[in-house]
């Protein structure tokens, strides 16, 4: 008999002998204790009653799912595709690694294609599907810095005033973040416009310096993408130091900050300075996943126009001359906080769950184990390979 078929012959459900993650610590000898899709709360194994279906989960790891909010694809394909075997794949996958929600992310292209992908993004969040639940889209929008594109492609790219966004915002009910370079013309009138709509406006992509980017957040700027990747940083104008935007990153407590811990993107020190400065309640871990994620070393990609190439744990520009977005999913990326950068566990799970659903407003539904929050939860192995994995109440199979 399956876990499912067991649940279903009981009313509650009960995850037993096993290391619970809270926000603020992991604790054993409770059960989580869940009924239909719905955490009811923890209690102590010995008042479990025959009512309730027990899981022995053998001293594992049980978490909250974990939640990416910059992912593009894996596995082949990318939620630019407005296809429904693409998604279903990058999803079936995600949810195999106890990714239990993301946020698809689009990379830029004709303003045309995006609508259509918001179109099929909002079809697809209004039908029951298997897999990771997708909470909304993230776009790294047209609207970035030329300079700082890194690997977006460069034909794609515009500026906000030339009139181009509206068929965009027309989609405020599914678009969660909005990716933009403050410094360019047009930008802050965007930003407010983005606030006003419930869209979360993200610096990324961009040359601004500190004074833009406290201008934008006065009109609502409040997220910063993927740190020290295709960012500025601290430039002389004449005798004078102009901060960039890692450094607001780094010092302003009103942004959100998203960090991909890949030990591709970022060595040691700079993923150890992040943590220092920015600390896990406003640090989120993202896998910024592309569609070479999960495949072999010298396997090539595209997104859009442009072609990439799976390097040494990493996607990489054909010339090498940038990185392509990781190619490691989220659940991968814990290890490395913790035995890499020396963060405690506790945190870097909170850095994958409760951090990012705070920064786009959804803690009070999912990101940590607690009473009345959804039955979204994942059971990891040691290395952090998932074990079990379950969404809204139910067991991923």
Same mark, same amino acid.
Request: negative net charge; contains cysteine; hydrophobic residues 45%.
């Given at each position: ?92 996958? +995600? ?300 067991? +991923?199979?």
């Amino acid at each position: 008999m399956t876990e499912s078929q067991l649940a279903l012959r009981h009313k509650w459900i009960a995850l037993t002998n096993g290391r619970i993650a809270l926000p603020d610590g992991i604790i054993s000898g409770k059960a989580v204790v869940i009924e239909g899709d719905t955490i009811l709360g923890l209690t102590d194994g010995g008042h479990l009653g025959s009512e309730t279906a027990q899981l022995d989960v053998g001293g594992r790891l049980i978490t909250p799912g974990l939640i990416d909010i910059h992912i593009h694809g894996a596995l082949g394909h990318t939620f630019n595709e407005p296809d429904p075997a693409a998604w279903d794949i990058i999803l079936r996958e +995600n949810a195999r690694r106890g990714v239990t929600s993301l946020v698809a992310t689009f990379a830029p292209e004709s303003i045309a294609n995006l609508a259509r992908g918001f179109d099929f993004c909002r079809k697809w969040m209004n039908e029951p599907h298997p897999g990771t639940r997708v909470l909304g889209a993230h776009l790294e929008s047209p609207y970035v810095s030329p300079a700082q594109r890194g690997a977006l492609d460069p034909t794609s790219m515009r500026t906000p005033g030339d009139g181009s966004v509206e068929p965009l915002l027309a989609y405020a009910d599914v678009l969660r973040i909005f990716v933009l370079a403050p410094e360019l013309p047009g930008a802050l009138d965007l930003i407010a416009r983005l606030d006003s709509l419930g869209i979360i406006p993200a610096v990324g992509h961009s040359s601004a310096k500190d004074e833009q980017v406290l201008a934008a957040m006065c009109a609502g700027l409040r997220h910063v993408t993927h740190i020290w990747s295709a960012m500025s940083s601290t430039v002389r104008e004449g005798p004078w130091r102009k901060p960039g935007v890692l450094e607001s990153a780094l010092v302003f407590d009103g942004l959100n900050v998203e960090m991909i811990a890949d030990n591709r993107h970022l060595p040691y020190t700079l993923m150890k300075l992040a943590t220092k400065c920015i600390g896990p309640d406003r640090l989120s871990i993202v896998s910024d996943a592309t569609n070479g994620a999960g495949l072999p070393t010298g396997t090539r990609y595209r997104m859009g126009s442009m072609e990439y190439v799976v390097g040494d744990g990493v996607g990489m520009m054909l010339d090498n001359t940038a990185f392509a977005g990781s190619t490691t999913l989220l659940n991968q990326m814990i290890p490395v906080l913790r035995d890499v950068v020396g963060v405690p566990l506790v945190e870097a799970i909170r850095m994958a769950t409760l951090t990012p659903t705070r920064a786009i407003g959804m803690d009070a539904s999912i990101g940590s184990i607690a009473p009345g929050k959804r039955a979204d939860i994942a059971i990891f192995n040691d290395d952090f390979s998932a074990w079990r994995v379950m969404i809204s109440g139910r067991m +991923n199979e």
